[in-house]
């Protein structure tokens, strides 16, 4: 049995080619490995969803799913949603806008959850969202700003 | 209102880091040739420690340490914020679920956890526990704590941490038309900010380095020096922003352990908690109070008479105060002619309990909410008319001896059953409940702020206050904001280094805005009398014909801009202005809580819902929250905290609760068997909204704002629960279970 595998993948638009040990998930490989720290680490069970990154266009717990299998794939995390030179892009935006971050620990996880749900319909209703971001915990409890800042960013995107 | 200055719903600074990753907490930190620590625990509550065997574990590749109680000084080191009684790790007996007894640091996570599961604790499990409040007063309970620790304590040998009595008039010579007595219960929930507590320590120099996810890093920099014994300025304590605390991160837990373990590996250490861990480092108490109010036929009160019984845990943190300061504010906003409290917190092999969002207040207003409201059905009175009947008015001193009731609390009662629709036809299968909670603003204070003017006209202000969520970053800079007039964002607040920033007392109680941001204010002014010596100067004019406002500065003929004045004053060397604050708020020994509180957080909560008849399960189709705030510095910040604490005040009365075995261990450790509301569990309508007429003692008349929307959650709730179904249940959380099993019983 090997300890380590090595695995090719792009995050953020960068290709790269990581050694990881297999039992390693791909919350760890991003935050110990590749130094993305924005993911952020909770329950460790898939409950909260604050390591929720997008895998090849999907919402992921990315403390539920090995390093080993995005070998190939796409991964988007927080770090990736701005432009380069920093601009923010509408759904971050608007989230500063509606006042969602409070602590602000659960945020990368919701922004992802949220653009995954804007990504596959740009037009959510209000239970679309609070159905999209459901398994995002936030105990600062900032859903209505959350909630607001997705409609608007989905308004904004719509102009 | 748009802008920068006092009043604008400005973005939250910070908030930029916040929705790029960029933020950095604690677990965002690495230090160089950093070893990683993992507890070693027991899966029980109480046992008897025989020996600890660490061969297996130091086989593990990479470990460096196995920390056990025998490799700290004799006696152990103990510590806590009201008594010393928290040892470094469990000495001889486990007291709790989950208490660390070793702690194994490794080159690597993975070598540290394999290695503290291969730790081998030979112990006998202590059966008979003190698992709740009746099992805890009864004489043939083990002691929890060793009376050792307590000398000249009149209750050691008992699990009485202390009795307190407070109140005013005499209960028993009253003659009521009507006496309602009930108890209450309220459970064990647990704080569950989203980030893990996280500790880290490092050797620095002669001194060492601690960083934690603290909420008063001043406190855990004094805690450390006394345990090392060392000088306050060689314990340099770093506090990054907590990502949620709620109370919960207030005082010092594992931060000597990982103190001791840098200084015995000459390693920088980590530990960052698992969630689960968490759940076992921190709660709400639980309680049970017995109330029995008098009241005249007209809905007079008569009086107020609590049995209180906090279960505090197995260690006391900061769980006496909550007793005390919760208890002593038990008979509410209300005129009462006399109060009797009796309060008691005691000791349980149960995980510590400390600070929580409220502070003990949420639980006694369950229990005296509830009480008022069988009172009013008893005589046919309405729940919101009995309120208003006996509510304080504004400048009445309605517990003798304190800060007479500082708000139009009226208008927020007045406002919450107005946006309810108080008066208009109840739906059918619908119930309404209006619930007031008041809690005490700080007692005592001291704050320190330092502002710099840099040569640019940007400015830099210093504060001790940790930022958490309430948004205390973009409320001091909105203050300096509007008094240099220099926008947001050409202004930082710096925080969270303990040999850069000025001391803080703490961040609780909701403390901020009105004691540090008065020293950032007083920072500013003492900048603004700079600049008018400076003006007077430039103008060859006298002092006393300069004025300076709003980041304004007037002269006879003439105004300038704050920055303009300084950029010519300062010359070519350039060069900045810094102005210091203090606010300050001292000990009144005479008062009970040893000072009168500083500020009240009145709250009206109203709600309206619907219980499924086939589940039990609640439905809240209106939650109303109005607070009285004096003044909302930023209204979306105002508003973010306040429906906050009323989602969070939804949590403890509809779903959460710990879940004990019978031998005291936490059946529902972290997320999956515990819940928290969810977006899928928010009220159908949910507003929040803020009584302001600028009466606080604050900058601008604030008072404190993050607490009040909690408080009055569950009998509010509860209420209307009775008013829909006709059951009466005295005990939270009002899970469908709970209501179900109520429903049938009945039938």
């Known amino acids: 049995m090997r300890d380590t595998l090595s695995i090719e993948v792009k995050v953020n638009g960068i290709d790269r080619s990581i050694e990881v040990p297999v039992h390693h998930t791909l919350l760890d490989v991003l935050r110990e490995e590749v130094g993305l720290t924005g993911t952020k680490e909770c329950c460790v069970v898939g409950e909260c969803g604050a390591c929720t990154v997008i895998v090849d266009g999907r919402p992921i717990n990315s403390c539920l799913m090995l390093a080993v299998e995005v070998d190939g794939a796409e991964v988007t995390t927080v770090e990736g949603l701005a432009a380069e030179d920093g601009r923010l892009n509408p759904l971050q935006e608007a989230f500063l806008d509606k006042g969602a971050p409070q602590c602000g620990f659960c945020i990368p996880g919701q922004l992802m959850s949220a653009q995954a749900l804007l990504d596959k319909k740009p037009n959510p209703t209000v239970d679309d969202v609070h159905e999209g971001l459901a398994g995002n915990l936030c105990r600062c409890a900032g859903y209505q700003q959350i909630t607001a800042a997705v409609l608007a960013a989905a308004e904004v995107e719509r102009q | ?747």
């Not at chain 2, 459970?187 to 601690?210: N, Q, R, S």
């Not at chain 2, 005490?440 to 940007?458: A, E, I, M, N």
């Not at chain 2, 989602?647 to 509809?654: A, C, F, Y």
């Open chain 2, 1 to 747: 209102m748009s802008g920068d200055g006092v009043g604008a719903s400005a973005r939250r600074v910070g908030g930029y880091g916040r929705v790029t990753g960029h933020q950095e907490y604690l677990a965002d930190i690495t230090l160089t040739d950093m070893l990683h620590v993992k507890l070693v625990t027991l899966d029980c509550a109480r046992a008897r420690i025989i020996s600890i065997d660490k061969t297996a574990a130091e086989q593990v590749s990479g470990v460096r340490l196995i920390m056990t109680a025998e490799d700290l000084p004799h006696p152990m080191p103990r510590f806590g914020p009201q008594f010393q009684d928290r040892p470094v790790l469990a000495t001889g007996e486990t007291k709790y679920h989950g208490e660390p007894i070793a702690a194994v640091a490794a080159e690597t996570k993975d070598a540290a956890e394999a290695a503290a599961k291969l730790v081998r604790v030979d112990h006998e499990v202590l059966v008979d526990g003190v698992f709740s409040v009746s099992r805890a007063l009864d004489p043939t309970a083990p002691l929890v704590q060793d009376p050792d620790l307590r000398p000249d304590d009149p209750l050691a040998n008992t699990n009485i941490l202390r009795e307190h009595h407070f109140g005013w008039g005499d209960v028993d010579s009253q003659e009521a038309d009507l006496v309602v007595e009930n108890t209450y219960e309220f459970p064990m929930v647990t704080h569950f900010a989203i980030e893990p507590h996280g500790f880290m320590a490092a050797p620095d120099g002669d001194g060492i380095a601690i960083w934690s996810t603290i909420q008063h890093p001043y406190l855990l920099q004094k805690t450390i020096a006394k345990l090392l014994d060392l000088p306050l300025a060689k314990v340099r304590v770093f506090a990054p922003d907590p990502g949620g605390a709620f109370g919960g991160k207030q005082n010092p837990k594992l931060e000597p352990l990982v103190a001791y373990m840098s200084l015995r590996t000459g390693r920088p250490v980590r530990l960052i908690l698992t969630l689960d861990e968490t759940f076992q480092a921190v709660r709400r108490a639980s309680t049970e109070i017995r109330v029995r109010t008098g009241l005249n036929s007209d809905g007079t009160l008569v009086f107020e008479d609590f049995e209180s019984n906090f279960l505090i845990g197995a260690y006391v943190d900061i769980a006496d105060r909550v007793v005390t300061k919760g208890n002593y504010l038990a008979a509410g906003p209300y005129r009462v002619p006399a109060v009797r409290i009796i309060a008691r917190g005691i000791l349980s092999h149960t995980t510590p309990s400390t600070a929580f969002r409220g502070f003990g207040i949420p639980q006694v207003t369950w229990a005296r909410e509830s009480n008022l409201d069988e009172g009013a059905r008893a005589l046919g009175i309405d729940r919101l008319e009995i309120r208003l009947r006996n509510l304080a008015e504004q400048g009445e001193e309605f517990v003798p001896g304190d800060t007479p009731a500082d708000g139009d609390w009226q208008q927020a009662v007045r406002r919450a059953a107005e946006l309810l629709g108080w008066d208009e036809p109840l739906p059918a299968g619908r119930g309404r409940g209006i619930a007031l909670g008041l809690k005490s603003g700080p007692t005592t204070g001291l704050s320190y702020s330092t502002v710099r003017l840099l040569g640019d006209g940007s400015v830099l202000i210093y504060s001790g206050t940790s930022d958490m969520g309430q948004g205390a970053r973009t409320v001091f800079a909105q203050i300096a904001s509007q008094e240099l007039g220099v926008p947001l964002d050409r202004i930082s607040v710096i925080m969270g280094d303990s040999t850069v920033v000025p001391y803080d007392q703490q961040t609780s109680a909701s403390r901020s805005s009105v004691l540090m941001g008065t020293a950032v204010l007083r920072a500013c002014q003492d900048i603004q009398a700079k600049v008018r010596t400076m003006a007077a100067r430039l103008d060859g004019v006298d002092e006393s014909e300069v004025s300076v406002e709003k980041g304004m500065v007037y002269l006879p003929g003439r105004e300038a801009t704050v920055t303009e004045t300084l950029v010519t004053g300062l010359g070519p060397l350039g060069g900045e202005l810094v102005g210091n604050g203090e606010m300050r708020k001292d000990k009144d020994l005479e008062h009970p809580l040893g000072g009168s509180a500083l500020f009240f957080e009145f709250n009206a909560t109203a709600v309206e819902l619907e219980v499924d008849p086939g589940t039990g399960e609640i439905t809240i189709t209106k939650h109303m929250t109005v607070s009285d705030v004096g003044l909302a510095m930023n209204p979306l910040q105002v508003t973010g905290q306040d429906e906050g604490a009323a989602i969070m005040g939804l949590g403890h009365t509809l779903m959460e609760h710990y879940i004990f075995d019978e031998e005291g261990r936490i059946r529902n450790l972290g997320a999956i068997d515990y819940r928290i509301p969810t977006s899928l569990d928010l009220p159908l309508e949910l507003r929040s909204d803020s009584i302001e007429n600028a009466d606080g003692p604050g900058p601008y008349g604030v008072k404190g704002i993050s607490e009040g929307a909690l408080l009055a959650v569950s009998p509010a709730v509860g209420s209307a629960v009775t008013e829909a179904t006709g059951l009466i249940i005295r005990d939270l959380p009002l899970t469908p279970q709970r209501v179900w099993e109520a429903m049938m019983e009945r039938v």
